[in-house]
């Protein structure tokens, strides 16, 4: 005997056991994949029911609600399933390039994207850019040269260097 659950959750289905303890009745309680729901008989619909769920995953996956990506992405296969081979050729692509994306959810590959995004994002939101000048200004204004330091009467002792003798003598 199934029943629909009377939660919020509208996927989760209850079987119901002949147990008489909490226990044993929750242990057949599992929570349904899209593939349960219903198909539309229409071919129209159902291109368009694939379109929604495809979209859906896409939207899960950004947000990385897995659950909820795997869900559809179940839902859409079953769809594409539906439909005949001829049909929905840009859907099935959509499909498989989702279907791409959720696997490599936590591939070491995608963790290293993650990171250097992340890495960027910092590096890029650190720095301010530089104020823009005005071409007309900078034609007109010589930039000043750094001021000479007057060093006085200083010599360089060319025999501690090992240059040789010098004629200078203080």
Excluded: H
């Excluded at 919020?8 to 309680?29: E, K």
């Excluded at 379109?51 to 769809?79: D, E, P």
């Excluded at 060319?158 to 003798?165: C, F, I, M, Q, V």
Aim: charged content about 25%.
């Amino acid at each position: 005997m199934v029943r629909v659950n009377q939660s919020s959750n509208p996927r989760s289905v209850v079987v119901l056991s002949s147990g008489t303890d909490w226990r044993t009745r929750a242990a057949g309680q599992k929570r349904s994949s899209g593939a349960e729901s219903e198909i539309p008989r229409k071919q129209p619909a159902k291109i368009k029911a694939l379109q929604q769920a495809i979209g859906m995953a896409n939207m899960a996956m950004s947000r990385k609600n897995w659950s909820a990506a795997r869900y559809a992405l179940s839902r859409a296969c079953v769809l594409a399933e539906a439909l005949p081979a001829n049909v929905a050729v840009a859907e099935r692509e959509r499909l498989s390039a989702a279907r791409k994306r959720f696997a490599a959810r936590n591939t070491p590959a995608a963790k290293k994207a993650k990171q250097a995004k992340a890495t960027a994002t910092k590096r890029a939101g650190g720095k301010k850019p530089a104020p823009k000048k005005s071409t007309a200004k900078s034609t007109a204004k010589q930039p000043k040269p750094a001021p000479v330091r007057d060093l006085g009467d200083r010599f360089i002792n060319r025999a501690a260097l090992g240059y040789g003798p010098t004629n200078e003598t203080r």
